[in-house]
């Protein structure tokens, strides 16, 4: 699959992908073709060669409203989406159109706000909430649509410690129901602790395709692509540990059983 | 010298009951570079906008205690006489472009122009902001055709440029990819070298801890703690006030590989490998 | 977003103070001039300036639209114009008529002369440089600020209302359809992009002000004024040209 905006000009190059269950990561520096790439899933864009399938439905026969049942996606920034005046009526715009009667939209819609934690604030005006409520608002008016996959746009971006906990969360309890979870993001730390693949973009096309471990231990291709690994896989490489080292837990653990080695060894001695 | 100093500053947007900033005090060194700290409502952007007067002359509200910066007490100031020490970037490099320039020259002078600085003056201070910012090549491109971290870098040069002596930064790189944020924050680092006063709300802790020579946490509108990164970044209840440490810190807490001769975590990449290699031997 | 064309010509090097003046007279003149040839000798000029400035190309779609609804002006005034008396040809039972026609030929050129005076301001004069001379005359920065950033505020405008139409499309909102469909998109486009537009208005008004928007103080220009030679022979002719002209209506 290829898409260009102009004629000739190449965003995306003869792509081929194929997404499963896993949780996945989509990565690269700026102007490397994630955005562009996810509008073409969404069906927002339409390849300009080849053809996109999402569960056996080509993109280019459906409107995105009809292909909005299979696909949900979190735009970046929730100031683009929010409209209504109750939290409960801007949650339930999906599942309304996707022809859901009331009744059964304001279940899916109280369902989606517990999921994100805001099931104490059906009521309140969505413009009264701060930038990290916000964006649960507009995840939950995506997760109402029970789309069995979902993308997410920067999600973390201006979220606090507090803010992309909860944002993890969701993530976790969506993989555990078997959802196809698809994430730009530019926070390597927040990759190395939640997503099962990783895939590099670079100029249109797939640099690094793997699982998120073995992606993140090609130190030099993602220094091509101006990327950096994970802080702690940093740390970890400098102090010479052979393995890639994805989380904080992971390096405590190493350190402690390798501290464990060496006074047995020296037990031994 | 003491290049800010803030007493008793007390601040309350417009229909709000409560205080954004609520008893603040702290001062500021010349040439320090200070973090801020705290989780999203905390009063990071507030008291950023507090130190170039935005509040209380833009928003408007209940106001007390007094901001000095460079010796200009700034609640008694028009903007543009503090707008000549004091500059500030914001988070959005998108709203920050005039609109009306053409070039990322005349972006630049755009602020030069309105304060009246004389043509050939102007003409050297934005070479040396372009110098600095590392923005020569982009000086005749069109503002909005520049990436996210060539924006923020343009914003930066047009404050450097009115020649502040300290430089306000709120979340400076939130909103851009790695490799803009890092653009940024080595821009923002040779402006430190240069001796310039940095104030820089940030969340990304483990950037705090590289840059800052003092981190200033705040939470709701409370100073809680104003001291050296690994002091902070070691209090055992970060949590409390809704901001993890670095990594380095919780992986040497865990650890308990302390800073050589100090009660303190490590918060820096550096500092963790020769705490933790200590540890080893 | 500008129609400007960067050229070196005789008249691109004219003072945008003075392209405002020939504005002004090309309105002016061929109304009060109590001749019929006053209109084509003010057309003839304009567009051999356009000639000379060598964008006369770049008027042509422009002038097209004009003509086409010019040209309706001209069959319906041939036909219908009240002091019709002298029929040329007859097309059944309705008369083609001279006077009509020659009335509605002087609104014609009347009209694309002042399209073409427009032309000649619009496309060799750089939108900022038109600006700055204003605001050197005395015309309010703010003013010259708005002037200047809409040109530029515009697209980015249309580029945001492009990313709300899609995350509401996303959400399974129709937008193509019958006119009811297209109705009830509405709504939901409205309201964001009034606030997004609200919320960075408002920044940008944080920006500018940290940048001395609001300085009092005397303001300063990075580009050197230009000298433009002969602005104010030309500037002058053109006054004196109006008044000539007025003088003569008044006579005859």
Redesign the interface.
């Known amino acids: 699959m290829s898409f260009a905006y102009e004629a000739g000009r190449d965003i995306l190059k003869q792509l081929s992908l194929e997404f499963d269950h896993r949780s996945t990561a989509l990565i690269g520096?700026?102007?490397a073709g994630k955005t562009t790439l996810v509008?073409l899933l969404?069906g927002?864009l339409r390849p300009s060669t080849g053809d996109i399938f999402i569960r056996g439905i080509n993109t280019k026969e459906v409107?995105?409203?009809q292909l909005?049942?299979h696909v949900?996606?979190v735009?970046q920034?929730p100031?683009?989406?929010?409209?209504k005046r109750t939290v409960l009526d801007e949650v339930m715009?999906?599942p309304l159109?996707?022809k859901q009667d009331r009744h059964a939209a304001r279940e899916s819609a109280v369902l989606a706000l517990q999921r994100v934690g805001l099931a104490d604030k059906l009521e309140a005006n969505p413009?009264d909430l701060?930038?990290?409520e916000k964006k649960l608002v507009s995840i939950a008016?995506?997760l109402a649509?029970n789309t069995d996959i979902l993308i997410l746009d920067e999600p973390t971006?201006?979220?606090?410690?507090?803010?992309k906990e909860r944002i993890k969360e969701i993530i976790q309890s969506l993989k555990a129901e078997g959802k196809l979870v698809l994430t730009i993001i530019?926070d390597?730390?927040f990759v190395a602790e939640n997503f099962e693949r990783t895939v590099v973009l670079n100029q249109g096309r797939v640099l690094l395709d793997g699982s998120t471990r073995e992606v993140f231990s090609h130190k030099e291709l993602l220094r091509q692509a101006?990327?950096?690994t994970p802080?702690?896989t940093?740390?970890a490489e400098?102090?010479g540990i052979p393995q890639t080292i994805l989380t904080?837990r992971e390096?405590?653990e190493w350190?402690?059983k390798n501290?464990e080695r060496?006074e047995t060894n020296a037990q031994h001695m | 010298m003491k290049t800010i100093v803030v007493e008793q500053l007390k601040y309350r947007y417009p229909l709000t009951q409560t205080l954004a900033l609520n008893e603040l005090s702290f001062e500021v060194e010349e040439g320090e570079f200070i973090g801020i700290v705290g989780k999203n409502l905390a009063g990071k952007s507030t008291l950023c906008q507090a130190l170039i007067g935005l509040v209380p002359h833009f928003y408007h509200g209940g106001y007390g205690g007094r901001v000095i910066v460079d010796g200009l007490e700034v609640g008694k100031s028009q903007v543009d006489e503090i707008s000549k020490k004091v500059g500030i970037v914001f988070q959005n490099p998108f709203t920050q472009v005039t609109g009306s320039k053409l070039t990322v020259y005349e972006e630049i002078a755009f602020g030069l122009e309105n304060l009246g600085v004389p043509r050939a003056e102007m003409i050297d201070r934005i070479d040396h902001a372009l110098d600095l910012l590392q923005m020569l090549p982009f000086k005749d491109r069109a503002p909005f055709d520049l990436s996210g971290g060539q924006m923020q870098r343009m914003a930066i040069a047009s404050i450097i440029a009115m020649r502040p002596k300290i430089i306000v930064l709120d979340e400076p790189t939130s909103q851009l990819d790695p490799q803009g944020s890092e653009e940024v924050f080595r821009a923002i680092q040779s402006l430190s070298r240069e001796g310039m006063t940095v104030i820089m709300a940030e969340h990304k802790m483990e950037k705090v801890a590289q840059y800052a020579d003092r981190v200033l946490l705040l939470h709701e509108g409370r100073l809680i703690d104003f001291d050296r990164p690994e002091k902070v970044f070691s209090r055992d209840d970060l949590d409390q006030y809704g901001i993890a440490a670095p990594v380095y810190t919780e992986v040497c807490k865990a650890l308990d590989a302390k800073i050589a001769g100090e009660p303190y975590y490590p918060a820096t990449l550096d500092e963790a490998c020769k705490a933790l290699v200590m540890r080893r031997e | 977003m500008s129609l400007y064309v960067n050229r070196h010509s005789l008249v691109h090097s004219v003072d945008p103070i003075t392209k405002l003046y020939y504005i002004g007279a090309a309105i002016v003149v061929p109304f009060i001039a109590p001749s019929f040839h006053a209109a084509w000798v003010c057309l003839l000029l304009s567009v051999s300036l356009l000639l000379i400035a060598r964008v006369f190309h770049r008027a042509m779609p422009i002038l097209g639209f004009v003509a086409f609804v010019l040209a309706t002006v001209i069959v319906i005034q041939s036909l219908f114009h009240p002091g019709n008396a002298t029929a040329w040809f007859h097309i059944g039972s309705i008369g083609v008529y001279q006077e009509g026609f020659w009335y509605a030929l002087g609104i014609c050129f009347r009209a694309t002369n002042i399209v073409c005076a427009f032309s000649i301001l619009v496309l060799t004069t750089k939108p900022s440089d038109l600006v700055e001379a204003l605001v050197r005359k005395g015309l309010s920065p703010r003013i010259g600020y708005v002037l200047s950033s809409v040109f530029q505020i515009i697209p980015q405008m249309v580029a945001t209302m492009g990313t709300i139409t899609d995350a509401q499309r996303s959400r399974g909102m129709e937008t193509e359809g019958n006119l009811l469909v297209r109705i009830r998109a509405f709504f939901p486009l409205l309201g964001p992009v009034v606030l997004s537009s609200l919320l960075n208005t408002k920044e940008r008004a944080l920006a500018l002000q940290v940048r001395g928007f609001n300085a009092t103080g005397e303001k300063t220009f990075l580009h050197e004024q230009q000298t433009y030679q002969y602005s104010a022979v030309l500037q002058w002719g053109l006054i004196g040209v109006v008044i000539i002209v007025v003088i003569w209506r008044i006579l005859s």
């Open positions: 520096q700026n102007g509008k969404k927002l409107t995105v409203a909005s049942r949900g996606l735009f920034n100031n683009d989406q929010i409209f715009f999906g159109n996707l413009h701060g930038l990290s008016s995506i649509m971006i201006a979220q606090d410690f507090a803010g530019h390597m730390d101006c990327l950096d802080y702690i940093q740390l400098r102090l904080a390096f405590i350190q402690q501290s060496r």
